[in-house]
């Protein structure tokens, strides 16, 4: 079951996060993770697409427009309705990634988790609804904040960044960094574990960071230098066998 501190917390800073993420993602998404994201996506055209987490629905409506069928669900009321406002054409449910109560099994070509995964108390019993949901053959992209590096928790040091660890890493549990708050920590073997417990094969694996050739999206050195050089996010993808 979802974490009812966690969910009204979601409830509470949805507008906001509507504010940040707009309609083509935050900085670091459009500078670092969305550009593999996409590349781990290919074409979606044609495609039956489950957005798990969608949040206020950016990733679903841009995904709709590269000709996806798309469905999107959030456990948050007020994040599915600010979703719902943005795209009326788009099927959304308020729905727990970790049960997707609301979705039959195998309907899914492609399942994508956009930062959703650190969110979750409940990994497995998650990863195993994301399986169900996918057709025989179907693909999960999964992105998520790196968990060896908690960003919230960088300083800049001499020889580069320094990570202060207030709790064992190998120590599963909640935490909280502001200022998007609550999230689960957990090392990053228990995610592969969980992967290949559910019945996935991973096909890629990369840790997103800004490119020579979009260097020059960043809007001042500053962020040039945090985008290329900090280890914000890994980015999964993985195959349900035929």
């Known amino acids: 079951m979802p974490d009812a501190e966690t969910r009204e917390f979601w409830d509470r ?13 935050d900085r670091n998404r459009l500078l670092s993770s969305d550009p593999v994201l996409w590349d781990f996506t290919g074409d979606v055209s044609g495609l039956r697409v489950l957005d798990a ?11 709709a427009q590269k000709g996806a069928a798309v469905t999107g669900v959030d456990f948050s009321k007020r994040m599915i ?22 979705l039959g099994d195998e309907q899914f070509d492609l399942l994508i ?15 195993r609804a994301f399986h169900r949901v996918l057709k025989p053959g179907g693909r999960a992209v999964l992105v998520f904040s790196h968990p060896c590096f908690p960003a919230g928790r960088a300083t800049p040091s001499r020889k580069g960044l ?26 990053l073997s228990d995610y592969w574990k969980s992967f290949f417990d559910a019945g996935f094969r991973v096909t890629g694996f990369e840790e997103p960071r800004l490119t020579a050739d979009r260097a020059h999206l960043a809007l001042n050195e500053r962020e040039r230098e945090r985008s290329s050089n900090r280890p914000y996010s890994v980015a999964f993808r993985l195959e349900k066998p035929q």
């Open 113 to 127: 988790a956009n930062y959703v995964l650190m969110d979750l108390p409940d990994l497995p019993g998650t990863i």
């Open 81 to 102: 309705e600010i979703a719902r406002g943005h795209a009326p054409g788009i099927e959304f449910h308020i729905d727990s990634c970790s049960e997707l109560r609301s």
């Open 53 to 63: 987490g969608c949040g206020t629905g950016y990733l679903s409506r841009q995904l």
């Open 13 to 25: 800073v949805a507008n906001d996060w509507d504010k940040q993420v707009g309609n083509h993602g």
């Open 162 to 187: 320094a990570y202060r660890w207030d709790e064992p890493y190998f120590e599963a549990g909640k935490r909280i960094d502001p200022p998007w708050g609550h999230w689960f920590h957990r090392p």
